[in-house]
């Protein structure tokens, strides 16, 4: 499983280098990556392009999406049924809190990729947790598992609610995306 994110400020930079120190330390791979500065709306839509970047020249291993600001705990254990090809953690209405997002190697992954992008570019006002919400509402378990809390632990929104839980990936919701996504 290779370990991904992307910055575009220092403070994004700083966060990434500590999301990366916690996943080697755990003796995961990690690649994180610099991007051109934009508006917030537009770095939001990036992550599905990100992905399927990393998807392609790491051939052969999972992904592991997790936004620069966020620490892994925990060596992710991720094991979906064989015909997922992305995990991410699923609101109560089903929709995709893309903060952690884990996508199966080959071509079963790069295809729910492909059509993530594809929605994206359909639809110029979307961000990544529309897209990918779109996907699991088309293709519901076919295409989705969805992952447990701990996978995108937000203390002070997910403590009360899971009070024995034990995060892998803890967030820090620096930016105001995952934080309108899980209200």
């Not at 755990?26 to 992905?51: E, N």
């Not at 999972?62 to 992710?76: E, T």
């Amino acid at each position: 499983m290779i370990v991904t994110t992307f910055y575009t400020n220092d403070l994004y930079e700083e966060q990434a280098k500590r999301m990366k120190a916690s996943a080697e330390a755990l003796g995961l791979v990690c690649q994180v990556s610099a991007r051109p500065h934009k508006k917030r709306d537009q770095v939001l839509r990036d992550k599905v392009d990100h992905i399927l970047e990393a998807h392609r020249g790491n051939p052969g291993k999972d992904i592991l999406w997790v936004d620069a600001d966020a620490v892994i705990h925990h060596k992710p254990k991720i094991d979906p049924p064989a015909h997922c090809a992305i995990a991410a953690m699923l609101q109560h209405d089903h929709s995709v809190v893309p903060g952690t997002i884990w996508v199966r190697r080959g071509a079963l992954g790069e295809a729910a990729l492909m059509e993530a992008q594809i929605l994206l570019d359909e639809h110029p006002d979307w961000e990544t947790f529309e897209a990918l919400s779109e996907l699991r509402r088309r293709h519901g378990g076919r295409m989705f598992y969805g992952l447990d809390p701990a996978y995108n632990w937000v203390e002070r929104w997910h403590r009360k609610r899971f009070p024995g839980a034990r995060p892998v990936v803890e967030h820090f919701a620096i930016g105001t995306g995952l934080a309108r996504a899980q209200s």
